[in-house]
Each structure stands twice: as structure tokens, then as C-alpha cells.
């Protein structure tokens, strides 16, 4: 079992930026893989980005692709996105989720999930 607890959401002007932190309290974070979603109303969730438990390697969504990058500090139980370039598409509740596999994609694919923190960009 892990427990994920995000922070670091908020309000920020488009061209902003904000850094969301995924505290993971519970078995060992290194095991897992980290993934960012976000869900905006009415639409479903979609994988953000996602860092592997192997190597670090690093997967993100065309929309995010050199405006966001993940991270993660083993040692500090802590996995970051960190958002540049905001634009107002990119409001919506964001969730850290944690996998067991080591390549994970897909929503199905985590087992554990924080509670969400909302991002909000003004134009």
C-alpha cells in the first residue's frame, strides 16, 4: 500500500507557472511508477506524464510536451510536476497515481491515487 497526498495547486495567470508535489507515505516509492492525470469537467481523465520506476524514463502527452516535466526524489518520498507556460486548457483537477508495473500508461494500469489538486489558469 502507498498513500499519495498532492500540493502546490492553485490559481495562475496564462504563461504562469506552478510546481504540484506527490508526497507518497507507505511502501517503498521507488518501487513504483508516477503518473500525473488531470480531469477537467465534463472530460475524462488523461495521463499528464509519467516517470518509470525503472531508469526514470519519462512519457508526456503532446499537449504538455516542453511546457511540463516530472520528476521524482526517491530519497524524499516525493514525486514534482512542474508546470511552465500555463495556458487555460490546462485547467483541471490534477492527480499523482503510483503503479507497481514498471511501464505504466494507462489509468487502469495505477493502483493508487491522491485526492487532486486543482489547477486553474486565467486568461
Known amino acids: 500500500q502507498v498513500q499519495l497526498v498532492e500540493s502546490g495547486g492553485g490559481l495562475v495567470q496564462a504563461g504562469g507557472s506552478l510546481r504540484l508535489s506527490c508526497a507518497a507515505s507507505?511502501?517503498?516509492?521507488?518501487?513504483?511508477?508516477m503518473g500525473w492525470f488531470r480531469q477537467a469537467p465534463g472530460k475524462e481523465r488523461e495521463l499528464v506524464a509519467a516517470?518509470?520506476?525503472?531508469?526514470?524514463?519519462?512519457y508526456y502527452a503532446d499537449s504538455v510536451k516542453g511546457r511540463f516535466t516530472i520528476s521524482r526524489d526517491n530519497a524524499k518520498n516525493t514525486g514534482y510536476l512542474q508546470m511552465n507556460s500555463l495556458k487555460p486548457e490546462d485547467t483541471a483537477v490534477y492527480y499523482c497515481?503510483?503503479?507497481?508495473?514498471?511501464?505504466?500508461?494507462?489509468?487502469?494500469?495505477?493502483?493508487?491515487w491522491g485526492q487532486g489538486t486543482q489547477v486553474t489558469v486565467s486568461s
Open positions: 516517470i518509470m520506476r525503472s531508469f526514470g524514463s519519462t
Open positions: 507507505g511502501r517503498t516509492f521507488s518501487s513504483y511508477a
Open positions: 497515481a503510483a503503479s507497481s508495473k514498471v511501464v505504466a500508461r494507462q489509468h487502469w494500469e495505477y493502483s493508487y
